[in-house]
């Protein structure tokens, strides 16, 4: 168990300790050379491989378990996929929020690693025993026609699966890729050089990960059986916990430092109760801590601004000092920075709730087309989601290498172009992908009716490459929109609550599917009403899913121009690089002069 260690300096001279608070698994100073680095985070990489083939292997091809062997129909399987997805998705705040206030990164990961393997055993139980796994009709019968249906018990330990797994992944997700970058020492040159590597070759353990699931698992889960498609992501992932733990003695870790919900909320009380303050003319009368103390906080001092000015109010000195009374000007800017990254976060949910398709309606309309390759084999529909990750790749090389270096000749940003713009890039393209599926889905049906096609599992003679387009463009989008999310996020949250940045990236996903299953249900309802027959049907060679697609891309572009007003008026935080010159200089000129600075 990691321990609470005392605070320690640099009194014995030893410069093999790492500098940045890390400690080893005993709770004492991490030595430099027996902890962290590439040997550590060998062990961290393997396990995202596995984790995330475990995970994909379930997720990509479950609107299909529940078509086929639960029988549901289009809309609910479409939403009981996406409602999964989003929980997957937002239970990282409360894994973030644990990790950071009580249990720490690694007994966070642990513990939840140990949820996520029951859940996933349990569910490789739920379609591999005969009492637990829903009725078959029989050979001959395709499980489509079958009209056997699984019991509320077989359902609801089904389902209870799937939510111990999004429960399980809740503590592991936000923990595993912080705790591989706190391997590195961000005070050691060649360590926080290798940290820019090690981001690299986690982005590939999920590309491999992805890659095994959307071609190999599902495959199996398609053609073999579901029992032996689950059982192996299973396997997998017990193996990967065990990998895990065998690299405990070399890890470094980070102490609890404390909720950044917390400090929010104490900036917010405080403002709220002093609401008949009167702010000072001069920011600097505002309470801030000194330069030790900020030292002993951990944090970096940030200077005052104008935005929100309400907020300071909380900075005000005047009545009690306690903390929900009385809170510094760099915990004020740092509510500040969380806040303003909100009207952001807000609009990124339409295009994650577009993305939401491609595990969805886009697998289902893989089905209904012709996915033979040859004499012998049919490729599985959610196979084509290998595309997405092949060309997200492909595209994140072209961007890194060549689009950066040239859009920084012309705009001197060291990123090329802004993170904001490389967002609004990302929503563009989501609008188009849209419009792309909107024109394939009326090809389809345009076929399917010429060729007087109108029954639930008859194959329209159109191959399912016809899909590769709006796969492959999700892939280019997602190198912009998603990557400039997680980026963003990170980027413009304050140093002390970078894990909660990483969540509102979380949280847009998750509230994107949560979304997706709303606009589902309300276009589905309203199409239905007036005798209607409604656009979401159970047959989709009568639906009429190019209109959802038309209504997905004008949302989206309605969406687009309420970001480009955000993005209008967003502000960026001040360089954290001129920050710490700055606050160097400020140290320097304190111990040279007698005047205390603030």
């Known amino acids: 168990m990691i321990c609470k260690v005392e605070e320690k300096g640099a009194a014995d001279g030893s410069k093999d300790y790492t500098e940045d608070g890390t400690v080893d698994i005993k709770g004492n100073p991490a030595l430099r050379s027996k902890s962290g680095r590439w040997k550590a985070c060998s062990f961290i990489l393997g396990y995202e491989v596995f984790e995330r083939m475990a995970y994909y292997g379930i997720g990509a091809n479950l609107v299909l378990y529940l078509t086929r062997k639960l029988h549901e129909g289009t809309v609910t399987s479409s939403n009981n996929v996406t409602n999964w997805a989003g929980t997957?998705?937002?239970?990282?705040?409360?894994?973030?929020?644990?990790?950071?206030?009580?249990?720490?990164r690694f007994r966070t990961f642990v513990i939840a690693s140990g949820i996520y393997l029951l859940g996933m055993s349990l569910l490789t139980l739920a379609v591999s025993v005969p009492a637990l796994r829903p009725p078959s009709c029989g050979h001959g019968i395709k499980d489509e026609g079958c009209d056997k249906r699984a019991s509320a018990v077989q359902k609801g330990i089904f389902y209870g699966a799937l939510y111990i797994i999004a429960v399980g992944t809740g503590g592991t997700k936000p923990n595993i890729s912080t705790m591989g970058a706190?391997?590195?020492d961000d005070f050691e040159p060649k360590e926080k050089q290798q940290k820019l590597s090690f981001f690299n070759w986690w982005m590939f353990?999920?590309?491999?990960?992805?890659?095994?699931?959307?071609?190999?698992?599902?495959?199996?889960?398609?053609?073999?059986?579901?029992?032996?498609?689950?059982?192996?992501?299973?396997?997998?992932?017990?193996?990967?916990?065990?990998?895990?733990?065998?690299?405990?003695?070399?890890?470094?870790h980070k102490l609890p430092a404390g909720s950044p919900f917390t400090k929010m909320a104490q900036v917010l009380v405080a403002s709220v109760r002093k609401w008949k303050v009167s702010l000072p003319n001069d920011p600097k009368e505002l309470h801030e801590l000194g330069i030790e103390g900020s030292a002993k906080s951990a944090r970096n001092r940030i200077d005052h601004t104008y935005l929100l000015r309400l907020l300071d109010k909380a900075a005000v000195k005047s009545g009690p000092t306690s903390p929900w009374m009385l809170c510094p000007v760099?915990?004020?800017?740092?509510?500040?920075?969380?806040?303003?990254?909100?009207?952001?976060?807000?609009?990124?949910?339409?295009?994650?709730?577009?993305?939401?398709?491609?595990?969805?309606?886009?697998?289902?309309?893989?089905?209904?087309?012709?996915?033979?390759?040859?004499?012998?084999?049919?490729?599985?529909?959610?196979?084509?989601?290998?595309?997405?990750?092949?060309?997200?790749?492909?595209?994140?090389?072209?961007?890194?290498?060549?689009?950066?270096?040239?859009?920084?000749?012309?705009?001197?940003?060291?990123?090329?172009?802004?993170?904001?713009?490389?967002?609004?890039?990302?929503?563009?393209?989501?609008?188009?992908?849209?419009?792309?599926?909107?024109?394939?889905?009326?090809?389809r049906l345009s076929v399917a009716r010429e060729h007087n096609i109108v029954g639930k599992l008859e194959v329209v003679p159109l191959s399912i490459f016809v899909l590769l387009p709006q796969f492959a463009l999700v892939g280019i989008s997602d190198t912009f929109l998603e990557v400039a999310k997680l980026e963003f996020f990170y980027d413009q949250a304050?140093?002390?609550?970078?894990?909660l940045g990483t969540s509102y990236f979380c949280s847009s996903i998750g509230v994107g599917n949560y979304l997706s299953s709303f606009i589902l249900s309300t276009v589905s309802g309203i199409t239905k009403k007036h005798g209607h027959k409604g656009w979401i049907l159970d047959n989709l060679n009568l639906s009429r899913v190019d209109y959802y697609y038309a209504f997905l891309a004008i949302l989206g572009f309605l969406n687009f121009l309420l970001f480009l007003l955000v993005a209008n008026y967003f502000v960026y935080n001040v360089d954290m690089d001129s920050k710490r010159d700055l606050q160097r200089a400020m140290e320097t000129s304190s111990s040279k002069s007698p005047v205390q600075i603030l």
């Open 205 to 252: 353990s999920i590309f491999f990960g992805t890659l095994f699931s959307n071609t190999f698992l599902v495959y199996i889960q398609d053609n073999v059986n579901w029992a032996l498609g689950y059982g192996i992501p299973t396997m997998g992932l017990a193996l990967s916990i065990i990998m895990f733990l065998a690299g405990n003695s070399f890890y470094r």
């Open 330 to 443: 760099t915990q004020v800017e740092e509510t500040k920075q969380m806040i303003k990254m909100l009207p952001v976060l807000m609009v990124t949910f339409i295009p994650s709730a577009m993305l939401a398709q491609l595990s969805t309606f886009f697998v289902k309309q893989g089905t209904t087309l012709d996915r033979s390759m040859g004499p012998h084999f049919e490729i599985p529909p959610a196979s084509l989601g290998a595309f997405v990750t092949i060309f997200m790749l492909a595209s994140l090389v072209l961007y890194d290498r060549c689009l950066v270096p040239i859009a920084r000749h012309y705009t001197k940003n060291p990123r090329g172009i802004t993170m904001l713009q490389r967002m609004g890039i990302g929503i563009i393209l989501h609008i188009i992908v849209m419009i792309v599926a909107f024109v394939v889905e009326r090809k």
């Open 88 to 104: 997957v998705w937002i239970l990282p705040i409360l894994g973030a929020y644990i990790a950071d206030a009580h249990l720490g």
């Open 494 to 499: 304050p140093e002390g609550m970078k894990s």
């Open 182 to 184: 706190d391997q590195f």
